[in-house]
């Protein structure tokens, strides 16, 4: 249990990240409910998949 809550909280504090850079990137990401249980229940994998689709789409 322990571990899965580390995980979905590095998984936001990716997606925070990615947000808080996207002044300098040009990248974002909305939050919203699906973006949040994705970057929480993949971790970071998840909000890199995210990112990618957000570029190629």
């Known amino acids: 249990m322990k571990k ?3 995980s979905a ?3 936001w504090l990716a997606l925070a990240a990615v947000n808080f850079t ?3 990137t040009g990248v974002s990401l ?3 409910a ?10 970071v994998p ?3 998949l995210m990112v990618v689709l957000g570029m190629l789409l």
Not at 34 to 43: C, E, F, W, Y
């Open 4 to 6: 899965w809550i580390a």
């Open 9 to 11: 909280l590095l998984g």
């Open 22 to 24: 996207a002044f300098f």
């Open 30 to 32: 909305p939050v919203c």
């Open 34 to 43: 699906l973006s949040l249980l994705v970057a929480g229940g993949l971790s």
């Open 46 to 48: 998840g909000v890199t």
